[in-house]
């Protein structure tokens, strides 16, 4: 968390924000070990800058300085506020973008699991999947790399390099919407069920955004958009966190799969 959807959500909602080609005139950086390269070159090579354009490739968000790249990966507590330069810098706030017009990106997480990346080019992403929003984002080929993987599909759906931008809620959710265990070998997977599969992640991804994002709590730790407005749609889940089935009303088992937690329902999903 933030999964796909989220990162989703703050970047459209920055694209809206008005800061496309203003002028970045300081760089705040209160903890370096976030950053891959020193705190003096990453302000100097930002400083005086101008963003461009602001991408995602499945749960990493991308800030195009023209002659180079800011990537972003949120991990589990990362999150953008948009501020006022006059805003205070509270407690886990890391790094600030500050533009001409007096506006400040800030950079939140409370875990600090989060990194920051001043690349040259976007060949770090290479490695990753399809991101399911993109136009390769295809059954065929998502049917033809199941079934050359022997891993269980919850595991699978997890790995970024299978597919882009999934995390532990959604594959919950697309995996209760094609009937599906999420221990079930991705081997065994039949055409049909790969194809339910596959339709259910496009339409849980959809819904999700439309929702803005899922905020599983209250507290400034959980996600929300940046102007801290928490998303809607734990208010649509319907097993991750869920303690009765909605379809047959049976108790939400959870299991540890890969060491995260899965919740799903034993009777409709086989």
């Given amino acids: ?24 005139v300081d760089v705040k950086i209160f903890n370096p070990s976030l950053i891959n390269i020193s705190k003096k070159d990453f302000s100097q090579r930002i400083k005086n800058s101008r963003i461009i354009n602001i991408k995602r490739v499945g749960k990493y968000l991308i800030f195009d300085l023209k002659d180079k790249y800011l990537i972003i990966h949120l991990r589990m507590t990362g999150h953008i506020f948009l501020k006022n330069q006059n805003h205070i810098f509270q407690k886990h706030e890391h790094f600030a973008l500050v533009f001409a017009n007096k506006k400040m990106l800030v950079y939140f997480d409370p875990r600090r699991f989060g990194k920051l990346y001043l ?3 976007l060949s770090s992403l290479d490695k990753l999947g399809s991101d ?6 295809i059954f065929e080929s998502f049917y033809e790399k199941l079934k050359l993987k022997k891993k269980n599909i919850k595991t699978l759906l997890l790995d970024q390099n299978f597919i882009a931008g999934l995390g532990n809620i959604y594959v919950d959710e697309a995996l209760f919407l094609a009937k599906m265990h999420p221990e079930k070998i991705s081997q065994n997977i039949t055409k049909k069920n790969a ?6 992640i ?12 899922t905020s599983l709590g209250k ?6 958009s940046i102007n801290e407005d928490f998303g809607r749609h734990q208010n649509h889940l319907l097993v991750h966190t869920k303690k009765t ?9 959870k299991i540890k799969v890969n060491q995260r937690t899965s919740h799903f ?6």
């Fill in 132 to 137: 399911i929003l993109s136009k390769s984002f």
């Fill in 202 to 213: 496009k339409k849980v991804i959809s819904k999700a955004i439309k929702n803005r994002g």
């Fill in 1 to 24: 968390m933030p999964e796909i959807a989220e990162v989703e959500t703050i970047k459209n909602d920055l694209l809206e924000a008005k800061i496309l080609s203003q002028k970045i």
């Fill in 219 to 224: 507290s400034r730790s959980n996600f929300s």
């Fill in 265 to 270: 329902c034993e009777k409709c999903q086989k």
């Fill in 195 to 200: 194809k339910d599969l596959f339709l259910s």
């Fill in 119 to 121: 690349k040259e080019d």
């Fill in 245 to 253: 089935c909605p379809i047959c009303l049976s108790i939400i088992k």
